[in-house]
């Protein structure tokens, strides 16, 4: 089946400090990429939609100048955690789909701990 | 808004049993559901997906019904095994983008 990286797959930073995760489907062209966060022992709750070319759209309470998106090109999607608190310490997983219908694939996730 | 929910939230079964793990969804205007697994601090895997016009669908051991117009998945996994012992997912897409909602999970257990 398809396979999605997220790179790091854990990272631990200083509170007020900028992290950037990737998200790479690696054997199929991506038109969207998706971006969710899981808190322990609960579900994963939808941040953000990420289309090729265009600018992410954001589920509504989630900050886009904190949380930046970028999907520059059809295999790598980008999330960018600025100013880290130790609040935004998640699961951040990615997922990403050829088309409307079609399964999502999900990266490993990235594992984020703000000290 | 579409709201889904999974019952049981946990379960703990002996090794080959056959078990039934429940997911309803309040907006039956769906385009497809999925079932994925989630192991521990890791990703998702995608089980089955089945499309809004579609019954049921089955991958080995395990068969995902779905029931549009009551609201209702079920996922039935047969014969179970300790390595199937992880937690359960089931999302519904609207359409609206592709975006999926998800449940808030089944941790299964199969013992020994």
């Known amino acids: ?115 | 808004k579409q709201e889904v929910t999974q019952i049981p939230a946990a379960l703990s079964v002996p090794e080959g049993e056959n078990l039934v793990l429940n997911c309803s969804f309040t907006d039956s205007a769906i385009y497809n559901l999925q079932w994925f697994r989630q192991d521990p601090g890791k990703g998702l895997t995608s089980l089955l997906l089945i499309q809004s016009s579609q019954r049921e669908q089955t991958s080995g051991r395990l068969n995902a019904s779905l029931d549009k117009s009551s609201g209702r998945s079920t996922l039935y996994i047969a014969a179970s095994q300790p390595g199937d012992s992880a937690t359960y997912l089931c999302a519904v897409n609207n359409g609206g983008g592709n975006k999926l909602t998800f449940g808030t999970g089944t941790q299964l257990k199969v013992e020994l």
């Open chain 1, 1 to 115: 089946g398809a396979v999605v990286s997220q790179h790091p797959s854990w990272v631990i930073c200083k509170s007020g400090t900028s992290v950037k995760i990737e998200c790479r489907s690696l054997d199929f062209q991506a038109t969207t990429m998706f971006w969710y966060r899981q808190f322990p022992k609960q579900s994963l709750m939808l941040m953000a939609t990420s289309n090729e070319g265009s600018k992410a759209t954001y589920e509504q309470g989630v900050e886009k100048d904190k949380f930046l998106i970028n999907h520059a090109s059809l295999t790598l999607s980008t999330l960018t955690v600025t100013s880290a608190h130790p609040e935004d310490s998640s699961f951040y997983i990615c997922s990403a789909t050829g088309g409307l219908g079609e399964t999502q694939y999900f990266g490993p996730g990235t594992r984020l701990l703000v000290l």
